[in-house]
């Protein structure tokens, strides 16, 4: 089974700064997606960014970007110029390829606090 | 187009009862996947259908059921109900159901237990 498991409970950073959330997984599989979830007050969950473990290349998606090491199965978002609105709870997440379908297995989530 | 929704938005339920909450798919999607959210477990994956059919089935107990209707709607039923069982519930769609498919959440059921 895989698992998802992000360190950091609670980050904070000052507006228009960058910061960093570390997400770490374990899998046997060689193909999966990676994704970063955003979770605001209002609880409705909303897709940052996605990785496929097949490209090399790093996802970006405005100020967001990730920093995936496939070797390592480290997979980092780098949120830049961070913006009041950015204040959320933010989920890293695996999905298998092939039958397993939609199913996604979820990290327990950083608590991201953006300081004006 | 519409986004998912969920209803109720709120429930409060005692010990031993049932609940049934209801997830309405973006317009064409056809998969509808349920988990559940508590500060404890974190987030859960409970069941996903596809065209009425379960198709994949998180570990949960049996009290927890649902199913799909033609029109991909989607209820989830929980029974005999648990303290334990307070909980947000997210329900999402997709398209396909296929791996590559963007997910989308609705805003939640927030079940509590007395």
């Known amino acids: 089974a895989q698992t998802v498991t992000q360190s950091q409970p609670e980050m904070s950073v000052q507006e228009a700064e960058t910061v960093t959330l570390s997400c770490t997984y374990d899998t046997s599989e060689s193909d999966y997606y990676l994704f970063w979830y955003k979770q605001p007050p209002s609880r409705q969950m909303i897709l940052v960014i996605r990785?496929?473990?097949?490209?090399?290349q790093n996802a970006t998606e405005n100020r967001f970007s990730v920093n995936f090491q496939k070797a390592a199965k480290s997979f980092s978002l780098k949120i830049s110029d961070s913006q009041l609105g950015d204040a959320a709870m933010y989920f890293c997440?695996?999905?298998?390829?092939?039958?397993?379908?939609?199913?996604?297995?979820f990290g327990e989530g950083t608590q991201l606090t953006v300081n004006p | 187009k519409a986004g998912v929704t969920q209803t109720p938005r709120y429930l409060i339920k005692t010990r031993g009862q049932q609940v049934t909450l209801s997830c309405s798919p973006i317009s064409g999607h056809r998969s509808v996947s349920w988990y559940q959210q508590t500060p404890g477990q974190g987030l859960q994956f409970l069941f996903e259908y596809f065209s009425e059919t379960q198709r994949n089935k998180g570990n949960f107990p049996g009290r927890f059921s649902g199913r799909q209707f033609s029109n991909s709607r989607s209820e989830m039923n929980v029974s005999t109900l648990e303290l334990g069982d307070s909980a947000l519930y997210l329900c999402a769609s997709m398209v396909q159901g296929l791996s590559y498919n963007e997910q989308f959440f609705g805003p939640g059921t927030r079940l509590t237990v007395l």
């Open positions: 990785q496929e473990a097949y490209k090399q």
């Open positions: 997440a695996y999905r298998s390829l092939g039958t397993s379908g939609s199913r996604l297995t």
